[in-house]
């Protein structure tokens, strides 16, 4: 069974600043996926970023980075340069690796950040 | 946009009906996942169809049920409908070797 851990039920953080939020995951899978999603207050969910288990780099896309340590099982998303359009629900989640099994996800409770001007 | 439509966006319906979700995947995704999303649950994964035969099962109620048709787009038939079943549902789609699943606006369900 899979399971994510997000402790942060609430962050706040001030315009054009960086702010992390916090994921760590439970797994038996031996090759697995970890992603982010946003959920802005208008309910769609939108991919963000996502890092394999084997991948030895931390995956980066624009403002976001993935701080991936396997050891410690965390998965935490790095926003920079914080924006106010970025102020949402945030879900960590992960999948099995391979094939049709990468949407099959298990979503943690989120964590809903505010930007501040 | 995602590319996955889902239909209707907002559903108002009493307890003990019957309603159906429709969704379409993105052009050429053979693999559509259900979602449920409530306050008390969170995000559940419900069921998954690839290629119109159902592929995993997740915390899916025996009064819900779901089909993949060959235009590849899926159905959600939720049926004698309670209170807590009163949820944002959301269907999702991947496939063509990407590892992402891109998903829906959302049906918002409201049972009263």
């Known amino acids: 069974a899979q399971k994510i851990t997000q402790t942060q039920p609430g962050m706040f953080v001030q315009e054009k600043e960086a702010v992390t939020l916090d994921c760590t995951y439970d797994t038996s899978d031996p090759s697995y996926g970890l992603f982010w999603y946003k959920q802005p207050s208008s309910g769609e969910m939108i991919f963000l970023i996502y890092?394999?288990?084997?991948?030895?780099q931390n995956a980066t896309e624009g403002r976001y980075s993935l701080n991936f340590q396997k050891a410690r099982k965390s998965a935490n998303l790095v926003i920079s340069a914080s924006q106010l359009g970025d102020s949402a629900m945030y879900f960590c989640a992960m999948s099995r690796a391979g094939g049709t099994s990468y949407g099959k996800l298990t979503f943690g409770q989120g964590t809903i950040l505010t930007v501040h001007p | 946009d995602s590319g996955v439509t889902q239909t209707p966006k907002h559903l108002i319906t009493a307890t003990g009906q019957r309603v159906t979700l429709r969704c379409s995947p993105r052009?050429?995704?053979?693999?559509v996942y259900w979602y449920q999303q409530s306050l008390d649950q969170g995000l559940q994964f419900l069921i998954q169809y690839y290629n119109g035969e159902e592929r995993a099962k997740g915390n899916i109620l025996e009064r819900f049920s779901a089909q993949q048709f060959p235009d590849l787009h899926s159905e959600l038939n939720l049926s004698s409908l309670e209170l807590g079943d009163s949820a944002l549902y959301f269907c999702?789609?991947?496939?063509?070797?990407?590892?992402?699943?891109?998903f829906g606006q959302g049906t918002r369900l409201t049972v009263v």
């Open positions: 052009s050429g995704d053979l693999s």
């Open positions: 999702a789609s991947s496939g063509g070797g990407s590892t992402e699943a891109f």
């Open positions: 890092q394999g288990s084997y991948d030895q």
